[in-house]
């Protein structure tokens, strides 16, 4: 039998479905980078194969959305923290922190997808 403390934390992870929140917080967060990542390529590189009138103005557009994805995945993420019924301080540490890890796992997949990822491009 696990001890008081563990029991609560797995009890909270698991039988609450925090556990799922994280990843689905997660999934969304890299989702949403990719959109805008494969935004500012195609405002980087030009439409390529693609056939558009405007490629510069549809990568905006995409970039665009990526972000306010990124921004109401932040925001969803610190509803959801905010909401705990925990210690005022422990609660800002938390935001904070969660602020700064989609930061940079934002800008990890940025920076992935702007290098092209370990030389795997598509199509040649």
Known sequence: ?????????????FDDGVLRLIFENTRNLAVSSLVTAAGLEVVRTGPGELDLAHPTVVGYVVTAIGACLLLLNLLDGIWRLSRLKWHLLLQIALCCTYA???????????????????????GS
């Open 1 to 13: 039998m696990l001890p008081a403390p563990l029991r609560r934390i797995a009890t909270l992870l």
């Open 100 to 122: 700064f890890i989609s930061w940079r796992v934002a800008q990890l997949v940025l920076s992935f997808k702007a290098s092209g990822g370990f030389g795997m491009t598509v």
